[in-house]
């Protein structure tokens, strides 16, 4: 019988996530739904440091999560010891990209299509949101010929006291083309239609 996932998720990680708890759950309810023999996740900005989950620490459950589904996960990241620290403690299932995210987004190596988008590549300033929302924004549209209709996109950091944080751009851009909102609390999540 095959190992489950979500046993691990709620066992090892669930209990550190905080804000993020529900959300993470979702999206691996989410793709267990599909039940596909092999997914693809993409995720840009990569986990910088093991068990800091204050960060969500997305990488490793992304890799884990792949490891049991037969699946393989795409991390981005500009920052070349964040990529080291990353290649560390994920398995074959994570390539590890050393890149700019929207140049890389945009020449995706793969015609495969994505199941999950995940953006949490430029760290927020809560007191000036606009640039990170911006680029979350050019890496959603640098990728989005590459998303199955039903892939999930998530933001992370959002809807923090009003302020839209991180997903502002990328929300009002999948509003207008009828994605539908599948959960929004501190990270947001769509479904591409």
Not at 78 to 98: A, D, H, K, Q
Not at 143 to 161: E, R
């Amino acid at each position: 019988m095959k190992e489950s996932f979500l046993n691990i998720f709620f066992s090892e990680y669930y209990h550190h996530l905080g804000t993020r708890n529900n959300t993470f759950r979702m999206m691996f309810e989410y793709l267990d739904s599909l039940n596909q023999d092999k997914y693809l996740i993409v995720e840009t900005g990569t986990t910088r440091e093991k068990d800091n989950w204050q960060d969500g620490n997305s990488t490793i459950m992304f890799d884990k999560y792949c490891q049991i589904n037969h699946g393989t996960v795409y991390t981005i990241d500009n920052y070349p010891p964040n990529c080291e620290t990353v290649r560390g403690f994920t398995s074959n299932n994570t390539i590890v990209c050393l890149n700019d995210s929207v140049k890389f987004l945009h020449e995706f190596p793969t015609p495969e299509k994505i199941d999950l988008l995940y953006l949490d590549s430029f760290d927020i300033s809560w007191d000036n949101p606009h640039p990170s929302s911006l680029h979350h924004l050019k890496e959603l549209t640098s990728i989005y010929s590459n998303l199955k209709p039903g892939c999930l996109i998530v933001v992370d950091d959002c809807n923090w006291d009003g302020n839209k944080g991180k997903g502002q751009y990328v929300e009002e851009f999948l509003w207008e083309v009828g994605a539908k909102l599948y959960f929004e609390e501190y990270q947001v999540g769509y479904i591409k239609q």
